[in-house]
């Protein structure tokens, strides 16, 4: 048994596919099979059921990729303990984030994190939330920036910042008159809405009032996975949708006339940056959070504030 046949096993349980298997791995398909039946046969089971479109771990194979994903990250440590002790950051630093954080926080920092640490290859990744606490815990992802808190034992959250919601609101929308709305005068007629699976689609829910399986009154319903074009359907469609304050921030003067603030308690998201408690890249994610927190605009809080309401995910 080798390291090799370990990384490849956990390749093909990622892809599903021994061919994408041996792309992401630089290796022949007919490499990868070979090593992973050669390993087959020294343990005397069958690893994957290749019948199965995608092809699906065997019980037993489930048990081994479990182990290998162990062995594979005690492996890697050796070579971040190594990384712990150079002067300057190298190595390799693997970051995820969600879609409604991406477009508006990582531009922010990006560069100049880059800059700082030319040693650094810094690998940015978007998911939902699910799917980046299930990298984190296979070690796919060294951090992450993430809407908390998550209440989770093994995962660290470091507080960025506070941010504020703000509505999008079509200009013939009953509520588009008033200069700041109030929460409780939400409903859910014509709410447009994250899909699911994004931690802001529960908090627009909350913030409005909507129940679950509650429709939003209008016979055309568009649940996307970008507030981008939630924007674009309330401009042309009417009704109206939630966005964050560094997604008003960008906005041009004409957009930022269909957005109105909320009076009173502020509905408002807590953005951390998280990691797993066990973990060797503290100085890598120290640096990251000085340059996030160094980079961020005036206006945007670190700090709660009295009139700030966190919204749960």
Same mark, same amino acid.
């Given at each position: ?235 042309? @469609?009417?009704?109206?949708?939630? +966005?964050?304050? %560094?997604?008003?921030?960008? !906005? $041009? =003067?004409?957009? *930022?006339? #269909? ?19 066990? @973990?060797?890249?503290?100085?890598? +994610?120290?640096? %990251?959070?000085?340059?996030? !927190? $160094? =980079?961020?605009? *005036?206006? #945007? ?13």
């Amino acid at each position: 048994m080798t390291l090799t046949q370990l990384e490849y096993v956990l390749s093909v349980n990622k892809h599903r596919h021994f061919g994408r298997a041996a792309q992401a791995c630089a290796v022949t398909q007919p490499t990868l099979s070979m090593q992973i039946n050669k390993l087959e046969e020294e343990l005397g089971v069958i690893l994957f059921d290749r019948s199965k479109n995608p092809i699906l771990p065997t019980q037993e194979g489930e048990a081994v990729i479990d182990q290998a994903q162990n062995v594979i990250q005690e492996y890697r440590k050796v070579f971040q303990v190594i990384e712990v002790g150079q002067k300057e950051l190298v190595g390799e630093f693997r970051l995820g984030v969600i879609p409604t954080l991406s477009p508006y926080l990582v531009p922010l920092f990006v560069g100049d994190f880059c800059h700082k640490h030319p040693k650094l290859d810094l690998i940015i990744e978007e998911h939902k939330t699910e799917d980046i606490m299930t990298l984190l815990e296979k070690d796919e992802l060294d951090a992450a920036l993430l809407v908390t808190p998550l209440k989770l034992n093994n995962i660290v959250e470091r507080t960025l910042f506070y941010e504020p919601f703000s509505l999008f609101i079509s200009s013939d929308h009953s509520l588009s008159s008033k200069e700041k709305v109030k929460a409780s005068e939400l409903n859910s007629k014509g709410l447009w809405l994250l899909n699911e699976g994004h931690c802001m689609r529960t908090q627009m829910a909350q913030i409005c009032s909507l129940r679950e399986g509650q429709k939003s009154g209008q016979n055309l319903r568009f649940e996307s996975g970008n507030l981008e074009t939630l924007m674009n359907l309330v401009e042309n @469609y009417g009704g109206y949708t939630l +966005i964050p304050w %560094l997604c008003w921030q960008g !906005l $041009s =003067n004409r957009r *930022k006339k #269909l957005t109105k603030e909320f009076s009173g308690t502020i509905p408002s998201r807590e953005v951390s940056l998280v990691h797993r408690r066990i @973990y060797l890249k503290e100085r890598m +994610i120290d640096a %990251l959070e000085k340059d996030i !927190l $160094s =980079n961020l605009p *005036k206006g #945007l809080q670190s700090h709660k504030t009295k009139n700030q309401e966190i919204i749960d995910i």
